[in-house]
């Protein structure tokens, strides 16, 4: 399969802990997104990169967040001391300029849970 | 007022039935997106349109950029059509700090046997 793939699809964590999770896109794709939804909305930006950079990251995004895409291809985005707001499910996506298309195809995303 | 709308939040047809879901958009857009989910969580993309219609099997989208509205419909419904149906809009500007696209709530639809 050469879709997004995320991993874990689910995650259990205890207030506090420190939670990182992985996105592997499209091989051919060089940007990748990371988004959150929570219950009963849409999903809501958190990050962006083309290749290695880091070009864009939501006002929304605080400090105990961080993502990285190292070598342009996969990327982790950690949380430090989890709290319970941050249980949602985190999508990545990824895509490829074509002329002027540009779609985003999702991965499965990782449930997270702060207990 | 989200700069993305959709209606209704939740829909419940007869197997069978015509399905319409709607999508109004306040911003300059390049794109529309129509997108599922099922309860799992992962997403599907429908389709991609910036005019016009499209159509996939029994999906339609259609978009009418003048009035900033898209509906997506589903013709001779069935039970694993049941899913959340999400349109986004790509931004025709670049999104900076909120992204370059952004989403509705969704509609939840439950389709009955």
């Known amino acids: 399969d050469t879709g997004v793939s995320q991993d874990p699809r689910h995650k259990i964590t205890k207030r506090g802990q420190n939670v990182t999770f992985r996105c592997d896109p499209i091989?051919?794709?060089?940007?990748l997104y990371w988004y959150r939804q929570t219950l009963g909305q849409g999903p809501e930006f958190l990050t962006y990169?083309?290749?290695?950079?880091?070009?864009?990251k939501s006002r929304l995004l605080s400090d105990r967040f961080s993502a990285e895409r190292p070598k342009g291809s996969f990327s982790t985005l950690e949380i430090q001391r989890t709290e319970q707001g941050d249980s949602a499910m985190y999508l990545c996506?990824?895509?490829?300029?074509?002329?002027?298309?540009?779609?985003?195809?999702f991965g499965p995303g990782t449930r997270l849970t702060v207990l | 007022k989200n700069e993305v709308e959709q209606s209704p939040q939740n829909l419940t047809a007869q197997e069978g039935e015509f399905i319409t879901i709607n999508c109004s958009y306040s911003?300059?857009?390049?794109?529309l997106h129509w997108l599922q989910q099922h309860p799992g969580g992962g997403i599907v993309s429908l389709f991609m349109?910036?005019?016009g219609k499209k159509k996939h099997g029994r999906l339609i989208a259609t978009i009418n950029i003048q009035e900033k509205h898209s509906s997506l419909h589903i013709t001779a419904s069935h039970p694993r059509d049941s899913a959340v149906y999400i349109c986004?809009?790509?931004?025709?500007?670049?999104?900076?700090?909120?992204?370059?696209?952004?989403f509705g709530k969704g509609t939840k639809l439950s389709v009955k046997p």
């Open positions: 349109l910036s005019s």
């Open positions: 911003v300059g857009i390049s794109a």
């Open positions: 986004a809009a790509h931004l025709s500007n670049y999104g900076g700090s909120q992204g370059n696209l952004i």
């Open positions: 091989s051919e794709h060089n940007r």
């Open positions: 996506a990824s895509s490829t300029r074509t002329g002027t298309r540009d779609e985003q195809f």
């Open positions: 990169f083309q290749n290695e950079a880091q070009l864009e």
